[in-house]
């Protein structure tokens, strides 16, 4: 079993940045891909960033390339989602999640049906 909890959401500017975290405890991640996802208010939950259990291999949404970056530290069992130039449409709550199968994870880490563990959430709000 797997626990995740997230960290680091807040209310922020147009423009500003924010990190959040990802830690784990229960196993260590470095056997699992890691996605974010994000949902907004109304609306599906949708694919925001993964990262391979290694790390060698990143995957971003449209909506967010050139402005979000995920890494990870497996010695500190955490995962990052590092977000700059924020838009109000960015303003969700965020997931992370870990995918145990990492022989599929390259062909489906965009669908979160791939994930079997989800933390709580945190809330992302960037003002106008």
């Known amino acids: 079993q797997v626990r995740l909890v997230e960290s680091g959401g807040g209310l922020v500017q147009a423009g500003g940045s924010l990190r959040l975290s990802c830690a784990a405890s229960g196993r260590s991640l470095s056997a699992f891909g890691m996605g974010w996802f994000r949902q907004a208010p109304g609306k599906e939950r949708n694919f925001v960033a993964g990262i391979s259990w290694t790390g060698s291999n990143t995957y971003l949404a449209e909506s967010v390339k050139g402005r979000f970056t995920v890494f990870r530290d497996n010695a500190e069992n955490t995962v990052y989602l590092q977000m700059n130039s924020l838009k109000p449409e960015d303003t969700a709550v965020y997931y992370c999640?870990?995918?145990?199968?990492?022989?599929?994870?390259?062909?489906?880490?965009?669908?979160?049906?791939?994930?079997?563990?989800w933390g709580q959430g945190t809330q992302v709000t960037v003002s106008s």
């Open positions: 999640a870990a995918d145990p199968d990492t022989s599929s994870y390259s062909r489906n880490y965009y669908r979160d049906t791939q994930y079997d563990y």
